[in-house]
Nanobody, 129 residues
Framework: QLQLVESGGGLVQPGGSLRLSCVGS????????IGWFRQFPGKEREGVSC????????NYADSVKGRFTISRDNAKNTVYLQMNNLKPEDTAVYYC??????????????????????WGKGTLVTVSS
């Protein structure tokens, strides 16, 4: 069974850091673009950051540029989202998703969550003092 499993969420104070991990289970992530998305209560999921299959291309939402970094370790079948200088407005459920389409740009991945093929169940990030 193909699954994505997120971990690393939790409660952190403003200005703090967290690193989210997304592990592929039942399939290798090497060939797929991966995106991190988040969802606020009552809102649609939005793209946070996306990375191409070889890690050569990345995309970030304007709200997280300079604070978040996406990376991947294909040997560990894992994609990471390092989140620094967290703000209360970053509080959300964070999901990773895989894009099985062969020629999708990272901009297109992040801009259209509904085009992603596999989703994890999400991990909650709460930024609060």
């Amino acid at each position: 069974q193909l699954q994505l499993v997120e971990s690393g969420g939790g409660l952190v104070q403003p200005g703090g850091s967290l690193r989210l991990s997304c592990v592929g289970s039942g399939f290798t992530l090497d060939y797929y673009g991966i995106g991190w998305f988040r969802q606020f209560p009552g809102k649609e999921r939005e793209g946070v950051s996306c990375i191409s299959s070889n890690g050569g291309s990345t995309n970030y939402a304007d709200s997280v540029k300079g604070r978040f970094t996406i990376s991947r370790d294909n040997a560990k079948n894992t994609v990471y989202l390092q989140m620094n200088n967290l703000k209360p407005e970053d509080t959300a459920v964070y999901y990773c998703a895989a894009d099985l389409r062969p020629h999708t740009t990272v901009q297109a991945m992040c801009g259209s969550p509904r085009g992603m093929d596999y989703w994890g169940k999400g991990t909650l990030v709460t930024v609060s003092s």
